[in-house]
């Protein structure tokens, strides 16, 4: 339960952070370091930060930024298995 609350916090957060990011872009103005969005959805918002990338239309076209995402969603992905079937 706790986790499940954690795991969606930190989903908004990620959420916010890149649309943040997005209007900074747009703004030209300093910008969310990348290596900040990445911590976020490595510590469990990789689902806020696909949607995010989506909806905002946001880092879609920087294949660096989209494969080390690809990987932070493996990571959680296989994670998620090992659990599962652990159980």
Same mark, same amino acid.
């Given at each position: ?6 795991? /969606? ?10 649309? *943040?990011?997005?209007?900074? %872009?747009?703004? !030209? ?5 990348? !290596?900040?969005?990445?911590?976020f959805s490595f510590l469990g918002g990789f689902v806020g930060a696909f949607l995010a990338m989506f ?19 493996? *990571?959680? +992905? %296989? +994670?998620?298995?090992?659990? /599962? /079937?652990?159980?």
């Amino acid at each position: 339960n706790t986790l499940l609350l954690i795991l /969606f916090t930190l989903n908004i957060l990620t959420f916010i952070l890149f649309g *943040v990011d997005k209007q900074l %872009a747009l703004k !030209n103005k300093r910008r969310i370091r990348e !290596n900040t969005l990445h911590t976020f959805s490595f510590l469990g918002g990789f689902v806020g930060a696909f949607l995010a990338m989506f909806i905002f239309r946001h880092k879609i076209k920087k294949l660096s930024f989209i494969l080390v995402q690809m990987g932070i969603f493996i *990571v959680w +992905s %296989a +994670s998620f298995l090992f659990f /599962f /079937f652990k159980q």
